[in-house]
């Protein structure tokens, strides 16, 4: 988890209310990632940066934004929580290797543990 | 889907025993990595194997890859208990893809 932190570690809200989660990262590395992991579904990709303000949507990308304002912090937002977004939330990040940007290890945060009621 | 399946699900072992688990995947590789993550925690990095290579080592870790059949296999040799973690393989699609793609997932218990 060296040099990648997640805010909060831990949220309960409320069906409705928007929230936000950050990852802040002190690797200087170009991609950054939130993923969701949920029992049974494994680790999905909810949505991705490769660059300050340049951002694609992942396989689960509904209800979800992101923005990307400079390159340490990688910000996820659910602008009206449901309980289906009830889930453990990770950053990722990593640095393409080569040319083609081929994907090399991603390093991930400690997680979020969020409970939407 | 597009995820890579690991099997089994689930590995029960007594401790010093070998554990043994495998990745299938459907369309070509740059690379497969594999990841280990223990309860509560995020995932680590454990090694990655190129297309081009057959097999790599890392202490108790021994990784394969065929990519004629489309698989990888991670043992753990003489495991020990806090080996306990779930497993997972992660891909990266041949063609300069940005996203890896992840398995489910297998978990192993090693009993001491």
């Known amino acids: 988890d060296a040099g990648i932190t997640q805010s909060p570690r831990h949220k309960v809200t409320e069906t409705g209310t928007p929230v936000t989660l950050r990852c802040h990262q002190t690797?200087?590395?170009?991609?950054m990632y939130w993923y969701r992991q949920d029992p049974g579904h494994g680790l999905r990709l909810i949505h991705y940066?490769?660059?300050?303000?340049?951002?694609d949507k992942g396989e689960v990308s509904d209800g979800y934004s992101v923005s990307r304002s400079k390159t340490e912090d990688f910000l996820l937002t659910l602008e009206s929580a449901t309980s289906s977004q009830t889930s453990v939330y990770f950053c990722?990040?990593?640095?393409?290797?080569?040319?083609?940007?081929?994907?090399?290890?991603?390093?991930f945060g400690p997680g979020t543990r969020l409970l939407v009621l | 889907s597009q995820q890579g399946e690991e099997d089994p699900q689930a590995l029960s072992i007594q401790e010093g025993e070998n554990a043994t688990m495998n990745c299938s995947y459907k369309?070509?590789?740059?690379?497969l990595q594999w990841y280990r993550q223990n309860s509560g925690r995020g995932l680590v990095h454990l090694i990655l194997?190129?297309?081009?290579?057959r097999e790599k080592h890392s202490g108790r870790l021994r990784v394969t890859l065929d990519t004629s059949k489309k698989s990888s296999s991670l043992l753990i040799t003489a495991s020990r208990a806090a080996d306990t973690a779930s497993y997972f393989c992660?891909?990266?699609?041949?063609?300069?893809?940005?996203?890896?793609?992840f398995g489910k997932g297998t978990k192993l218990t090693v009993n001491p």
């Open positions: 990722a990040i990593s640095n393409p290797a080569g040319r083609g940007g081929i994907l090399e290890t991603q390093y």
């Open positions: 690797e200087n590395h170009r991609y």
């Open positions: 940066s490769y660059g300050v303000k340049d951002t």
């Open positions: 369309t070509s590789i740059n690379n």
């Open positions: 194997i190129r297309s081009n290579e």
């Open positions: 992660a891909r990266a699609p041949q063609g300069g893809s940005e996203k890896l793609v």
